[in-house]
Protein backbone atom coordinates (compact mmCIF):
# COMPACT_ATOMS: atom_id res chain seq x y z
CA UNK A 1 0.00 0.00 0.00
CA UNK A 2 2.10 3.12 -1.46
CA UNK A 3 -1.20 5.59 -1.12
CA UNK A 4 -1.94 7.83 2.22
CA UNK A 5 -4.44 5.85 3.96
CA UNK A 6 -7.88 7.22 6.04
CA UNK A 7 -9.81 5.52 8.62
CA UNK A 8 -12.97 5.23 8.97
CA UNK A 9 -14.15 6.13 5.65
CA UNK A 10 -17.29 7.48 7.38
CA UNK A 11 -17.93 8.14 10.66
CA UNK A 12 -22.04 9.15 11.74
CA UNK A 13 -21.85 10.73 15.26
CA UNK A 14 -24.45 12.49 17.58
CA UNK A 15 -23.92 16.62 18.22
CA UNK A 16 -21.54 16.63 21.24
CA UNK A 17 -19.62 13.57 20.73
CA UNK A 18 -15.73 13.16 20.37
CA UNK A 19 -14.92 11.85 17.15
CA UNK A 20 -10.65 10.72 16.11
CA UNK A 21 -10.03 10.49 12.42
CA UNK A 22 -6.36 8.71 11.56
CA UNK A 23 -3.92 9.66 8.51
CA UNK A 24 -1.36 6.85 7.65
CA UNK A 25 1.09 8.75 5.23
CA UNK A 26 3.32 7.82 2.66
CA UNK A 27 6.09 6.11 3.74
CA UNK A 28 9.31 8.72 4.52
CA UNK A 29 6.97 11.67 3.87
CA UNK A 30 8.20 14.05 6.94
CA UNK A 31 5.08 16.52 5.91
CA UNK A 32 1.75 15.91 6.62
CA UNK A 33 -1.47 18.37 5.92
CA UNK A 34 -5.43 18.25 7.24
CA UNK A 35 -7.98 19.51 5.18
CA UNK A 36 -11.18 20.12 5.46
CA UNK A 37 -13.95 20.11 2.23
CA UNK A 38 -17.51 21.05 2.63
CA UNK A 39 -19.88 20.02 -0.19
CA UNK A 40 -19.26 21.69 -3.62
CA UNK A 41 -16.36 23.74 -2.10
CA UNK A 42 -12.62 23.00 -2.04
CA UNK A 43 -10.80 21.71 0.28
CA UNK A 44 -9.56 23.81 3.24
CA UNK A 45 -6.52 24.01 5.27
CA UNK A 46 -6.62 23.31 8.94
CA UNK A 47 -2.85 21.92 10.16
CA UNK A 48 0.88 21.05 8.70
CA UNK A 49 2.98 18.92 10.09
CA UNK A 50 6.70 18.49 9.26
CA UNK A 51 7.80 15.49 11.54
CA UNK A 52 6.01 15.52 14.98
CA UNK A 53 5.06 19.05 15.43
CA UNK A 54 2.79 21.26 14.10
CA UNK A 55 4.48 23.70 12.08
CA UNK A 56 1.22 25.45 11.41
CA UNK A 57 -1.95 25.21 12.61
CA UNK A 58 -3.67 28.55 11.79
CA UNK A 59 -6.71 26.99 10.14
CA UNK A 60 -8.15 24.95 12.74
CA UNK A 61 -11.57 26.72 13.27
CA UNK A 62 -11.44 26.96 17.01
CA UNK A 63 -10.00 24.91 20.64
CA UNK A 64 -12.59 21.98 19.76
CA UNK A 65 -10.46 20.99 17.16
CA UNK A 66 -6.75 19.34 17.84
CA UNK A 67 -4.11 16.91 15.81
CA UNK A 68 -0.89 14.89 16.97
CA UNK A 69 1.21 13.22 15.21
CA UNK A 70 3.47 12.13 18.34
CA UNK A 71 6.19 9.74 16.06
CA UNK A 72 6.11 11.41 13.03
CA UNK A 73 4.41 9.31 11.02
CA UNK A 74 0.53 8.81 11.86
CA UNK A 75 -1.65 11.54 12.56
CA UNK A 76 -4.93 11.77 14.37
CA UNK A 77 -7.64 14.59 14.07
CA UNK A 78 -9.97 15.14 16.94
CA UNK A 79 -12.84 17.12 17.32
CA UNK A 80 -14.53 17.34 20.80
CA UNK A 81 -18.16 18.17 21.38
CA UNK A 82 -18.98 17.90 17.90
CA UNK A 83 -21.47 20.31 16.05
CA UNK A 84 -23.38 19.74 12.76
CA UNK A 85 -21.46 22.27 11.23
CA UNK A 86 -18.41 19.88 11.77
CA UNK A 87 -20.13 17.88 8.94
CA UNK A 88 -17.25 17.40 5.78
CA UNK A 89 -14.73 15.24 4.43
CA UNK A 90 -11.74 15.47 5.90
CA UNK A 91 -9.04 15.03 3.88
CA UNK A 92 -5.10 14.14 5.21
CA UNK A 93 -2.09 14.48 2.51
CA UNK A 94 1.63 14.08 2.93
CA UNK A 95 4.55 15.47 0.66
CA UNK A 96 8.18 14.31 1.35
CA UNK A 97 9.65 17.77 2.35
CA UNK A 98 6.73 20.11 2.35
CA UNK A 99 5.27 21.12 -0.44
CA UNK A 100 7.26 23.93 -1.91
CA UNK A 101 8.49 21.79 -5.05
CA UNK A 102 6.97 18.26 -4.00
CA UNK A 103 3.35 17.37 -4.64
CA UNK A 104 1.07 16.63 -1.73
CA UNK A 105 -0.72 12.81 -1.88
CA UNK A 106 -3.77 12.73 -1.12
CA UNK A 107 -5.92 9.81 1.13
CA UNK A 108 -9.68 9.02 0.28
CA UNK A 109 -10.67 11.32 2.71
CA UNK A 110 -13.14 10.84 5.97
CA UNK A 111 -17.01 11.62 5.40
CA UNK A 112 -17.44 12.68 8.61
CA UNK A 113 -21.45 13.36 9.55
CA UNK A 114 -22.53 14.75 12.65
CA UNK A 115 -26.38 14.46 13.52
CA UNK B 1 -10.40 31.37 2.92
CA UNK B 2 -10.43 30.24 -0.56
CA UNK B 3 -8.29 31.60 -2.88
CA UNK B 4 -8.01 29.88 -6.03
CA UNK B 5 -10.82 31.07 -7.91
CA UNK B 6 -11.34 28.29 -11.42
CA UNK B 7 -13.68 29.65 -14.45
CA UNK B 8 -15.82 28.42 -15.81
CA UNK B 9 -17.26 26.39 -12.63
CA UNK B 10 -18.92 23.12 -15.18
CA UNK B 11 -17.93 22.32 -18.28
CA UNK B 12 -19.90 19.52 -20.95
CA UNK B 13 -18.02 18.68 -24.01
CA UNK B 14 -18.38 16.03 -26.44
CA UNK B 15 -15.13 13.17 -26.61
CA UNK B 16 -12.21 14.60 -28.27
CA UNK B 17 -12.98 17.80 -27.80
CA UNK B 18 -10.20 20.35 -25.34
CA UNK B 19 -11.31 21.32 -22.08
CA UNK B 20 -9.99 24.43 -20.65
CA UNK B 21 -10.02 25.98 -17.06
CA UNK B 22 -8.42 29.01 -15.53
CA UNK B 23 -7.49 29.58 -12.12
CA UNK B 24 -6.48 32.48 -10.63
CA UNK B 25 -5.26 33.80 -7.28
CA UNK B 26 -4.58 36.22 -5.01
CA UNK B 27 -1.21 35.73 -2.93
CA UNK B 28 2.33 35.16 -4.17
CA UNK B 29 2.97 31.18 -4.35
CA UNK B 30 5.88 28.46 -4.66
CA UNK B 31 4.22 26.80 -7.04
CA UNK B 32 0.70 25.90 -8.13
CA UNK B 33 -0.93 22.19 -8.23
CA UNK B 34 -4.15 20.93 -10.24
CA UNK B 35 -5.76 18.25 -9.21
CA UNK B 36 -8.63 15.75 -10.29
CA UNK B 37 -11.48 14.36 -7.80
CA UNK B 38 -14.26 11.94 -8.69
CA UNK B 39 -17.04 11.48 -6.68
CA UNK B 40 -16.14 13.73 -3.74
CA UNK B 41 -13.69 11.72 -2.76
CA UNK B 42 -9.91 11.82 -3.25
CA UNK B 43 -8.30 14.15 -4.62
CA UNK B 44 -5.44 12.94 -7.53
CA UNK B 45 -2.40 15.13 -7.98
CA UNK B 46 -2.35 15.78 -12.26
CA UNK B 47 0.49 18.23 -12.34
CA UNK B 48 2.91 20.94 -10.62
CA UNK B 49 4.18 23.61 -12.24
CA UNK B 50 6.63 26.29 -10.25
CA UNK B 51 6.60 29.71 -9.71
CA UNK B 52 9.35 30.66 -12.45
CA UNK B 53 8.29 28.20 -15.10
CA UNK B 54 5.53 28.93 -17.60
CA UNK B 55 3.99 26.48 -19.20
CA UNK B 56 4.21 22.60 -18.52
CA UNK B 57 3.28 19.76 -20.05
CA UNK B 58 2.25 16.46 -18.96
CA UNK B 59 0.60 13.63 -21.36
CA UNK B 60 -2.51 15.04 -22.67
CA UNK B 61 -2.32 18.01 -19.85
CA UNK B 62 -1.33 21.50 -20.87
CA UNK B 63 -0.56 23.67 -17.49
CA UNK B 64 0.21 27.29 -17.93
CA UNK B 65 1.54 29.88 -15.43
CA UNK B 66 1.25 33.87 -15.36
CA UNK B 67 2.70 34.84 -12.22
CA UNK B 68 1.90 38.82 -13.31
CA UNK B 69 -1.69 38.29 -13.61
CA UNK B 70 -1.70 35.59 -10.60
CA UNK B 71 -3.54 33.00 -13.66
CA UNK B 72 -3.19 29.41 -14.44
CA UNK B 73 -4.78 27.64 -16.83
CA UNK B 74 -5.11 23.39 -17.71
CA UNK B 75 -5.67 22.35 -21.04
CA UNK B 76 -7.17 18.63 -21.66
CA UNK B 77 -6.76 17.86 -25.04
CA UNK B 78 -8.65 14.95 -27.06
CA UNK B 79 -10.43 14.64 -23.87
CA UNK B 80 -12.28 11.52 -22.82
CA UNK B 81 -15.04 9.93 -20.81
CA UNK B 82 -12.85 8.73 -17.71
CA UNK B 83 -11.94 12.51 -17.95
CA UNK B 84 -15.33 13.55 -16.15
CA UNK B 85 -14.49 14.79 -12.79
CA UNK B 86 -13.96 17.81 -10.69
CA UNK B 87 -10.94 19.68 -11.42
CA UNK B 88 -9.20 21.80 -8.76
CA UNK B 89 -6.25 24.24 -8.91
CA UNK B 90 -4.31 24.97 -5.15
CA UNK B 91 -1.49 27.87 -5.20
CA UNK B 92 0.64 26.20 -2.78
CA UNK B 93 2.22 29.16 -0.39
CA UNK B 94 2.20 30.10 3.70
CA UNK B 95 2.61 26.60 4.52
CA UNK B 96 -0.88 25.40 2.74
CA UNK B 97 -2.58 24.94 -0.54
CA UNK B 98 -5.09 27.57 -1.36
CA UNK B 99 -7.81 25.57 -3.04
CA UNK B 100 -10.62 27.02 -5.25
CA UNK B 101 -13.84 25.80 -5.80
CA UNK B 102 -13.58 23.63 -8.84
CA UNK B 103 -14.72 22.70 -12.36
CA UNK B 104 -16.57 20.10 -12.91
CA UNK B 105 -16.09 18.94 -16.51
CA UNK B 106 -18.37 16.11 -17.77
CA UNK B 107 -17.33 14.54 -20.96
CA UNK B 108 -19.92 12.86 -23.65
CA UNK B 109 -19.11 9.82 -25.14
Known amino acids: GAGVSQTPSNKVTEKGKYVELRCDPISGHTALYWYRQSLGQGPEFLIYFQGTGAADDSGLPNDRFFAVRPEGSVSTLKIQRTERGDSAVYLCASSLQGATYNEQFFGPGTRLTVL | SQQGEEDPQALSIQEGENATMNCSYKTSINNLQWYRQNSGRGLVHLIL?????REKHSGRLRVTLDTSKKSSSLLITASRAADTASYFCAAYGNNRLAFGKGNQVVVIP
Open chain 2, 49 to 53: IRSNE
